[in-house]
């Protein structure tokens, strides 16, 4: 059935809810009017007022609630209204999410799923187009998910849901309610068109830890996640490059077999992310095929990355780095 | 010990949803004038029952009574009414501008205008202003141009913040008003912050702060309130409940359980509770806070209790979640009409003054509005150099991001 | 306007100091069972006054007297003497052994025992604690094996946490005893988010948490009791104030301005004053707090008025911010000998009884630890296996763990 | 006059509180006591109750009020008693002090130093030994700065405090009181006998933004900070590598010129930190290397950091980047 992200989302919980008792929702607005994006509409009417229901606006709170309802034995689904806000909930994420199973020796452990919307492309500004994702990439004991379609944003939101270890799950917004290439000069493609939003109604998953290579090439190997993979496609197209692109899914634990496979086979590699470039997730990228693929290597690694600068209202485009940057960075690539 | 009775999860929901009748029959309001004004050096714990009543000078004739009337002058009064009256204007505007695609986001403050511009003028213009993204009523008050709040929402050439922020997150040192955060709640703090600033400096400046009652959840607010009270800092601390935040109602906030302004209580503040829809009563517990913080004696926290007449933003439909002229049956009136009668009652304003003012104002707003556009709305005449947007990150730039502009030029 | 007074910064101070004599006779302690205890199903703000009484049981002879008197037989204060004592003589050994080199840190609990004991006692085996570091007589209580626990202290191979845990970070799902973080304040709105979790089940089990005074200024504090309050949770919120914060005095901590138990007043939550040496009355507060959780009426804030008797850590030196013998001078007395007394004077029990009470369980202690550090102490005996460092980040080892333990082991 | 780290920083702030009656010092147990490390010992008692006081224990509540006292014109020091415990000031540290020049376009701005002590060799378990430096390098707005001895650790302060941009100061505190080379074994040294304690008694500043080359060599670069860099010192000496060993002192903005000269001149780098491996700073440094340096790249670049877990009470040794594991990944450096 043809889905776009908020619908397949919004699926995949109610498939969870309907599943397992232990699953409940909540965050800022999920309730009754069901988000600011919609993801939950209709849960609280269908599944009842205590399994989908409105919090205080307090992101600390949420997560700490959660992490205590996870040692209860639930599994709970919270909803951070935008990744920009997630930075009150910082240490209950990082000190107490992240460390209980470990600290406690396995004693007690806390599954648990923040969903949280993320990155640009929708002149948000400042504090509506943030892509924090490698802050968690670096919390060891936070598994970071990333989809980049209806059908993956399904599978992996249930396998999310099912995991025992507390997951941070970012969904790129610009892509909810259709693909994005970069090209917001043209108009506007619904996922209806699209291959993967065709979703099965019910229960699936996509595992976590495992890549997707979206196109096969032999010139280079793209690494992309979210709303870039589709500014990736575009731009090997407009590059006229034979680009192998990797939607890489899951940053944490990251699909390393695909990514060396890939990099061994093309030598060159150019990694593209919206979040800002200095110890971006680029970084880590960079490092592990440097450090697993140097000998094949043909050229100096590109990463393609937002500039380190809050996202400027104004200049959206000028600061999102589409097909115009990921290209050049391609051809640099094959040059080098 | 089992055959106990099993718990069970309360979630607080509202009285009314869409499809009902509004309906405030419930909220019973206190008349205007029974709530005795305490010397402002009276100890916190000896007025907590303000944290409960409700303040209120214009009566339901729209006379002053009582002992919190501040006794305005008309002359002030008109000012007042004028900037509430351009508040309004200016938003109307912004948002039907919004509405035609020349901008990405809008958010009024149609309804609340009292609780800034009254604030506004009770304090000094030294005195430094936190606001949330309600508050432009402040910086209308204290004639910040419209024409620059127009280039700011259309991040054109003329907007003082480079096209860098979203729309209304205004800043303006010169006019006491701190740069708004999208983060709510963060400046409540800051504001403390601010205030122990100045009280360490021997300096007379107090600051104030405004949030919303949704908003009281954030760890920040719990931060103002305990710095405020150990420090004694001198900054007035606001809590604008008016009803909801975004499609939550404020009994998710805790208002079903206790009022904001008895949160005071437990940091031994003092807390009043106001309402937001009387110019003078707002006046007057902002006047009684501000001379209280002035005399050394530290923070206090107020409670304007009003009513978010229309959506949250532009992003917003609240016929989703509330029924639809819940606003009309606000049993707390309009602050504009109320101020208006006022006057009228005073003998120093007719309806035709008020009639000629709206045109005027509404005309002043056209005329800002029309040179707005002229320079540049959201993607179309003249944005700010794209190269600005690599600075002021860091006082001077470093060499990554010359290198990154350089790029973004190559 | 100028020439108006400047304003002044306020940092508040300590009465006493270093060299000063210690003196607590500003502090007014009102006699015992002067509180009339409420029915559990009384409206919070019908009882705010709980929150500046002190709630106690023990007069000055110490009898129970008044209507907070739990009644209790000999068996269960015979068991709460001798879960506080074994929590006292296992301190005692603990802190010598990392004196001796034994270990890296503790923490002592001396003074403080009534508030950790009292409560273990009045809870149900089923309920879930949520501790800070400091309430080590829960699991004594419970009859967590003290053997354990000094495997925990010296990270030793029957550590039942492996080594990865500071001293004393004890946990034990088993026991009800939530895994204690270093962070403080954290496990304040976890203890609600269980508690939700129990009622949202149709569960009977409610879960208490205990926080410092110093720690009621984090923002969890706050989420926890908004979140509480907003959804009814069953849960009991316990604040220590045991008057000191590593160095730092409770006026820092607001204790000047207000009591802690009135920071519930502006959540409509109901705030308890309780003497925290007093044995029976931690022990009627707690029951009476849980009686009113499991009617499905919501939570309670406890303020326990003690005194922290020793440092803070093995790593503090009180005698540098405070004067040396405080403690001694704490009107409220010691919970042990407060005990004693009460059930010497019900006829119950001898000084002979004490004596050989206290041998038997420092003899417990000796012999428990003799064990134990033949297992091993920190870097010497027998570690947890090296490998077992990777296990537990995630439930199934991921690939880059996999990968550093082979490097490790390289 | 011979410094320890602590007497170091503390004359710093001693200077900068007689010079600037703009500058105030705040945190948990600063005041009357002086920190749990004893930084701020005496400065009360001298300056005067105002100047340095005793706060809740409230990070975030620290955080924001520096804020405001910074816009007001201030100039705060605050502490963090333990980095481990910064993740509560977390969002008014990236949402607010890193962007309020930006976002205000220049009309606010505040100037706060943020002194924590970090890192590991302590026995300090998993909240007393952290090293989140990475997570303050991915937030455009913020400096960071991390001195390796009292000559720099006195020096770097005031220049941070001086500065009019927030500075996130992390303060090694394995090396407060001596050198440690990560020979645990043996017997502790003072910094008394290092030449680099030699600390002017006035004032003077290290700028910000400038490496040190602590030791000139042909046969690889390190590139280090805080108590790694004295443990790379005595690896590669163990390793028998003529190593260039570069000390970054501040990581954003870095010293990107003294990096790419050595590795150019080398061709082999390894590249050393406490903080945990996935998304550490080393994984930027990694790709700027090879970004910069890649066609004189000899060997594939080594990355030498903490494993990708909590940090262990009892593994102390097994955890902490000691030199074994330093000289390994120097011959395997030489090797590639
Ligand atoms: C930290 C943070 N969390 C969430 C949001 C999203 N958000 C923006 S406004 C708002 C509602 C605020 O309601 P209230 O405080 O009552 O203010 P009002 O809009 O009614 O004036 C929310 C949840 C945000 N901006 N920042
Ligand atoms: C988030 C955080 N900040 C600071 C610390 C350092 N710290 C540990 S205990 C403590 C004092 C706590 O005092 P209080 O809450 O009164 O508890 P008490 O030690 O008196 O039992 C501090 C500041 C910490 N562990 N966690
Ligand atoms: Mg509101
Ligand atoms: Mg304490």
């Known amino acids: 059935?043809?889905?776009?992200?908020?619908?397949?989302?919004?699926?995949?919980?109610?498939?969870?809810?309907?599943?397992?008792?232990?699953?409940?929702?909540?965050?800022?607005?999920?309730?009754?009017?069901?988000?600011?994006?919609r993801a939950t509409e209709g849960l609280q009417k269908k599944h009842g007022l205590t399994r989908c229901f409105d919090t205080p606006i307090g992101e600390g709170g949420i997560v700490a609630t959660a992490i205590g309802m996870g040692a209860y034995g639930l599994r709970p689904v919270v909803e951070i209204q935008f990744a920009d806000y997630i930075y009150p909930a910082f240490d209950q994420l990082v000190s107490e999410a992240a460390r209980l199973r470990y600290r406690s020796a396995g004693d007690f452990h806390a599954p648990m799923t923040v969903r949280t919307p993320y990155g640009g492309g929708i002149f948000g500004g400042q504090t509506h187009s943030q892509s924090p994702e490698a802050l968690f990439t670096h919390v060891s004991g936070l598994k970071t998910v990333v989809p980049s379609n209806p059908y993956d944003a399904k599978g992996l939101l249930i396998s999310a849901i099912e995991d025992d270890d507390p997951v941070i799950f970012l969904e790129p917004k610009r892509i909810y309610n259709g693909p994005f290439d970069g090209h917001h000069e043209r108009a506007v493609q619904p996922w209806s068109k699209h291959p993967l939003s065709d979703v099965p109604e019910g229960y699936f998953n996509v595992p976590l830890g495992k890549a997707a290579t979206l196109r096969e090439g032999n010139d280079l190997t793209v690494l992309a996640y979210g709303t870039m993979v589709h500014v990736a496609l575009a731009s090997a197209a407009e590059a006229g490059v034979d680009a192998e692109i990797i939607d890489l899914r899951t940053l944490v634990p990251v699909d390393i077999e695909t990514i060396v496979k890939s990099v061994e086979k093309t030598g060159r590699c150019v990694i593209v992310h919206e979040a800002t470039r200095t110890s971006g997730y680029g970084a880590e990228l960079s490092a592990l095929v440097q450090e697993n693929c140097f000998w094949h290597l043909e050229a100096p690694i590109e990463r393609v990355a937002g500039w380190d600068t809050p996202y400027p209202h104004a200049f959206e485009w000028d600061y999102f780095p589409g097909p115009k940057r990921v290209a050049a960075a391609m051809r640099r690539a094959m040059e080098g | 010990?089992?055959?106990?009775?099993?718990?069970?999860?309360?979630?607080?929901?509202?009285?009314?949803?869409?499809?009902?009748?509004?309906?405030?029959?419930?909220?019973?309001?206190?008349?205007?004038?029974?709530?005795?004004?305490?010397?402002?050096?009276?100890?916190?714990?000896?007025?907590?029952?303000?944290?409960?009543?409700?303040?209120?000078?214009?009566?339901?004739?729209?006379?002053?009574?009582?002992?919190?009337?501040?006794?305005?002058?008309?002359?002030?009064?008109?000012?007042?009414?004028?900037?509430?009256?351009?508040?309004?204007?200016?938003?109307?505007?912004?948002?039907?501008?919004?509405?035609?695609?020349?901008?990405?986001?809008?958010?009024?403050?149609?309804?609340?205008?009292?609780?800034?511009?009254?604030?506004?003028?009770?304090?000094?213009?030294?005195?430094?202003?936190?606001?949330?993204?309600?508050?432009?009523?402040?910086?209308?008050?204290?004639?910040?141009?419209?024409?620059e709040m127009m280039c700011q929402v259309y991040s054109n050439v003329k907007d003082p913040l480079k096209g860098r922020q979203l729309p209304i997150m205004y800043s303006s040192k010169d006019h006491g008003f701190f740069s708004i955060s999208g983060n709510v709640g963060t400046q409540f703090p800051q504001a403390v912050g601010w205030a122990m600033a100045s009280a360490y400096k021997g300096d007379d400046r107090i600051a104030a702060s405004w949030i919303g009652e949704g908003t009281t959840a954030e760890g920040d607010f719990h931060h103002a309130l305990n710095f405020a009270s150990v420090y004694r800092a001198p900054v007035i601390l606001n809590v604008v409940n008016n009803q909801w935040a975004i499609s939550t109602f404020s009994g998710i906030a805790g208002a079903d359980e206790a009022t904001f302004a008895s949160r005071a209580i437990g940091y031994g503040l003092p807390g009043l509770r106001v309402d937001g829809n009387d110019f003078l009563a707002v006046y007057a517990a902002t006047q009684w806070a501000a001379e209280r913080a002035r005399a050394n004696l530290g923070a206090t926290l107020i409670e304007l209790y009003t009513y978010r007449a229309e959506g949250h933003s532009t992003s917003d439909d609240p016929s989703r979640y509330r029924p639809t002229d819940e606003a009309k049956a606000w049993p707390l009136g309009d602050p504009i009409e109320r101020l208006n009668r006022h006057l009228i009652g005073l003998g120093a304003w007719s309806d035709a003054e008020q009639e000629a003012l709206h045109k005027e104002l509404v005309e002043d707003v056209r005329a800002a509005n029309k040179q707005a556009e002229s320079i540049g709305t959201l993607g179309t005449g003249q944005p700010p150099p794209v190269a600005t947007m690599f600075e002021d990150v860091f006082k001077e730039m470093p060499w990554h991001l010359a290198r990154q502009r350089g790029e973004l030029e190559a």
Request: charge should be positive.
């Open chain 1, 1 to 37: 059935m043809a889905m776009n992200m908020i619908q397949a989302l919004n699926s995949a919980m109610d498939v969870m809810l309907a599943k397992d008792p232990n699953v409940l929702i909540f965050g800022e607005d999920v309730g009754y009017f069901g988000g600011v994006f």
């Open chain 2, 1 to 147: 010990m089992k055959n106990r009775k099993p718990l069970s999860l309360h979630v607080p929901v509202p009285e009314h949803r869409p499809g009902d009748k509004p309906d405030f029959s419930e909220l019973k309001v206190p008349d205007a004038g029974t709530v005795k004004r305490p010397p402002v050096n009276a100890r916190a714990h000896e007025i907590t029952d303000l944290a409960y009543a409700l303040i209120r000078v214009l009566d339901n004739g729209q006379k002053a009574v009582g002992s919190w009337n501040p006794k305005l002058g008309p002359e002030t009064l008109k000012r007042g009414l004028r900037a509430m009256m351009l508040t309004r204007a200016y938003d109307d505007r912004m948002y039907r501008a919004q509405r035609q695609g020349k901008t990405s986001f809008y958010m009024k403050s149609t309804g609340e205008e009292a609780v800034s511009v009254a604030a506004a003028l009770a304090l000094e213009p030294g005195d430094m202003c936190f606001p949330s993204y309600r508050q432009q009523g402040i910086l209308i008050t204290r004639n910040y141009p419209i024409f």
